[in-house]
């Protein structure tokens, strides 16, 4: 009777704000906004929203929260469009769908892959929603039992997890990769006691490396470099493309779709991590799920469709925490937060209290915003595929302007640029050498969680690592990563079949 | 050929005079720039928006709000502010953390060089989980005497005015507890609802939420008067273990701020304007429904909760190792 009830007053939300043009005109906008931000490498999701805040300050909350939630769901998606076209994510979110898109894109078929993610962006965005208007106190009450362990196991989760899934040949690259990754962010002043790490008295260290121009050179430079070098195989595209998928195709991806949607919003609702793990996790457990798990990186619209249902899906995930208890579900919505405290609405535990259907209104807004990226996305992705057609000797070098001009763009530090380069050309002789680039910037993105989260439990405990073993989600976590490791293992391949023929005998 | 030279001397002589008239103009003549420090949509920048709003109507100008972030302790907006001409039409808008850009090797001057307007601050409130055994300041003093360096506090980041709050506690409670620092309030609170942290301190501002839907209980402010929050009175700690008050309050004070180098004539137009603005029903409301103590301490009695502060966080931050220069070459005295 209560779901009822919020439904009823939800579509009453929603028709209000059907049939207001200057609102309606207002989210298409910011939803355009958010997806040339996504697609842009160096603009994030994260910098939309923060920019869109200052100019929101004469709106009313509501009219406000249309603008930021449309650039942000338009920013997650966009970040889709140069991962799968030129193979460069333009947020950390699409690292994943980088993997089986740009394939696809190679195959011709970049047009399709574009349409396969709008639609699952839009289905995600759309189950999100859905959770934030049922079981969102629920979902809230199980993120607190989240503690320093509990995020110090995530973010070490979320590093290996790229990294098993990254490598092209042997798992260690992905893992090497990953912890190198993760040694890049120990440099410079750490979090909890300040003591400089490896700063050799620069003070432009001191601050630690900035992720923006570390995704930008670690993913740009080797793709520039691979044009020079001219053997770089530019994606097609074909003279009649289908943008809108066919209806069979999502219905037969229905459960990948569903369990993708799932992994995005349980990730988004535990503060601190957003959309980028979100992807990486959900495109694990698809390949793990599916029966050919071997054509994962190959061009599988599978992988495409499951990290860009996970990490649109996020959002209405990450909503959860921020409106419940007023913590962050991840870094756009901590923008989110600050815009909101500047409109008077404080979110909390209180805020069913204070502003009874704002939560319904904020869920009406993202239905909307779904709508809006889905019908946009349809429209802008038959143009976007025409970039394609550009010769790579004229558009790799627009290319490298962008990549220069978003990694200086970003506190105007000419300091970013001496970062990027060198970490280009790093990464550029791993990618010969067969290291996948991925799990680096992942490493670098959740370094400091996983860095700050260890020494801040171990100071919780006193020096003990028990807590591991008795908090019951540490434990979960704990076990899952050690199977993750020991599974890449032939050893376990063939205990695990021995065990199988044990059982099978005595049957 | 000699008429046109007349013209020119003549129109040059009229602009001149023109130029001497506006100076001559009542103070202020066009629209002031408040610079602040802090980005857009903190507390800062709120409370100061709300306040130029009303200033402007008293002075008859807008007072347009810049956010110029980023440097450390807000030290690339102070420069901005302070580097332009010292001639009434700049204000930095800045709250208490400024006081360590000095010692963080972004500013190299002490903060006296400004002359403070401040507007308040929400009071800092010491709270324990909802499910604590903990029922008063004394409760918590005991237990933290009995197991010495253990107790599992809270505060946000090191160096943090939260920070300063629990060490000035442990020093007046004779306590020693095992701080363990976040990287701002919320979290630090959070982790008090999930029971990592035993006690946090924060500003009541951040914490109203949780005290009230129960899932955080307030043992007392770090202020000598009592805080009405709802329906609930929150208690002084400095009534339970009087020797606070040789070490506290340290607390938040948000406002703006004049280069001294400001002729006085001008600094006390802003002075009537800010104390007017002060009055008004929308800033008190603003503190009001922001859980602020409201101040409008100016001139000396500004500059002597400045000083002090300064003092305070600049060889806090130095001891903790977390400072770059040195407070004595930047001649801090020491608190």
């Avoid at chain 1, 994510?89 to 993610?117: I, N, Q």
């Avoid at chain 1, 405290?341 to 209290?353: E, S």
């Avoid at chain 1, 558009?395 to 302007?401: L, S």
């Avoid at chain 2, 709270?127 to 005991?142: G, K, Q, T």
């Amino acid at each position: 009777m209560f779901v009822l009830e919020r439904f009823g007053i939800f579509f009453s939300n929603l028709a209000a704000m059907v049939f207001d043009p200057v609102g309606l005109l207002l989210l298409f906008g910011s939803v355009f906004l958010g997806i040339l931000f996504g697609a842009m490498p160096g603009l994030t999701a994260t910098l939309g929203v923060a920019l869109l805040t200052t100019l929101t300050y004469g709106m009313r909350a509501e009219t406000a929260m249309i603008a930021l939630l449309g650039i942000y769901v338009g920013g997650v998606y966009g970040g889709s469009y140069s991962a799968i076209l030129i193979n460069i994510p333009g947020t950390a979110a699409a690292a994943a769908t980088s993997l089986d898109g740009y394939p696809l894109a190679c195959k011709g078929e970049g047009g399709r892959a574009l349409g396969l993610t709008t639609t699952a962006s839009a289905i995600g965005t759309f189950v999100g929603m859905l959770f934030v208007v049922s079981i969102s106190p629920l979902i809230s009450r199980i993120a607190l039992q989240f503690t320093s362990f509990e995020f110090f196991l995530l973010a070490f989760f979320g590093i290996i997890i790229s990294g098993t899934l990254t490598s092209p040949d042997l798992v260690y690259k992905g893992w090497i990769a990953g912890l190198l990754g993760l040694f890049l962010a120990i440099v410079g002043r750490d979090g909890l006691q300040f003591y400089p790490r490896f700063t050799f008295g620069m003070p432009q260290l001191e601050g630690g490396l900035e992720v923006v121009p570390v995704l930008i050179g670690a993913f740009g430079i080797p793709q520039i470099i691979g044009v020079l070098k001219d053997r770089f195989a530019p994606a097609e595209a074909k003279r009649f493309q289908r943008i809108l998928p066919e209806f069979g195709t999502i219905v037969r991806r229905l459960p990948t779709i569903l369990r993708s949607a799932l992994i995005g919003v349980g990730i988004g609702a535990v503060p601190g991590i957003g959309e980028d793990i979100a992807g990486w996790v959900s495109y694990g457990a698809a390949k793990n799920a599916s029966k050919h798990p071997e054509s994962f990186g190959t061009g599988d619209e599978e992988g495409v469709i499951a990290s860009e249902t996970a990490n649109n899906a996020c959002i209405g995930g990450a909503m959860i925490p921020l409106l419940n208890l007023g913590i962050p579900g991840s870094p756009p919505a901590a923008m989110l937060l600050g815009a909101l405290m500047l409109h008077g609405v404080n979110p909390g535990p209180m805020l069913r209290f204070d502003h009874p259907n704002f939560i319904l209104q904020i869920t009406a807004i993202l239905l909307l915003a779904s709508f809006a990226m889905w019908i946009l996305g349809m429209l802008l992705a038959k143009q976007v595929v025409k970039v394609l057609r550009i010769p790579p000797p004229l558009f790799m070098p627009i290319i490298a302007v962008l990549c220069v001009i978003g990694s200086y763009a970003l506190g105007f530090k000419i300091f970013n640029l001496y970062l990027m380069i060198p970490v280009g050309i790093i990464a550029y002789f791993l990618t010969e050498m067969g290291y996948p680039i991925a799990p680096l910037v992942i490493g670098v993105i959740l370094g400091p969680m996983a860095d700050q989260n260890l020494r801040r439990a171990l100071m919780v405990s006193q020096g003990s690592f028990m807590p591991v073993f008795t908090r019951p989600v540490a434990l979960i976590l704990f076990l899952v990563i050690v199977l993750t490791i020991v599974s890449q293992f032939p050893v376990y391949r063939r205990a695990l079949a021995a065990l199988k023929r044990l059982l099978l005998r005595n049957r | 050929m000699k008429r046109i030279a007349m013209l020119v001397v003549l129109v040059a002589l009229l602009s001149v005079s023109l130029v001497f008239a506006s100076g001559e103009r009542e103070y202020p003549s066009r629209d002031i720039t408040n610079v602040l420090v802090w980005s857009a949509g903190g507390g800062t920048d709120t409370a100061n928006r709300i306040v130029m709003a009303e200033m402007a109507k008293t002075l008859g100008v807008n007072i347009n709000v810049v956010n110029v972030t980023g440097g450390v302790g807000g030290s690339v907006g102070m420069l901005e502010a302070y580097n332009r001409p010292h001639d009434g039409y700049t204000i930095a808008g800045l709250s208490e953390s400024i006081v360590t850009a000095g010692v963080q090797g972004g500013w190299d001057k002490r903060v006296d060089v400004w002359d403070y307007y401040i507007i308040g601050g929400s009071p800092l409130v010491l709270s324990v989980p909802a499910n604590s055994p903990h029922r008063s300041i004394e409760d918590l003093v005991a237990a933290a005497k009995s197991r010495p360096g253990q107790l599992r506090a809270s505060a946000s980041a090191a160096g943090s005015i939260h920070h300063l709050n629990l060490l000035a506690f442990e020093k007046g409670t004779g306590t020693s507890l095992n701080y363990i620092p976040y990287d701002g309030s919320a979290p630090a609170q959070n982790a008090a609802i999930t029971g990592e942290v035993e006690m946090v301190i924060t500003s009541i501002a951040e914490q109203a939420q949780l005290i009230r839907a129960g899932q955080l209980r307030p043992l007392g402010v770090l202020v000598p008067q009592a805080f009405t929050l709802g329906n609930q009175t929150i208690p002084s700690a400095f009534d339970s273990v009087p020797g606070l008050t040789a070490h506290l309050p340290i607390e938040q004070a948000i406002g703006f701020a004049m280069a001294r180098g400001v002729p006085e004539a001008q600094r006390s137009k802003i002075r009537e304007a800010f104390h007017a603005a002060m009055q008004t029903e929308p800033v008190k409301n603003f503190g009001r429904d922001n859980f602020y103590v409201l101040s409008g301490a100016s001139g000396d009695e500004a500059a002597a909760i400045f000083d002090a502060l300064e003092s305070n966080f600049a060889w806090t931050l130095w001891e903790l190792g977390a400072a770059r220069v040195d407070p004595q070459t930047l001649g801090i005295p020491r608190p």
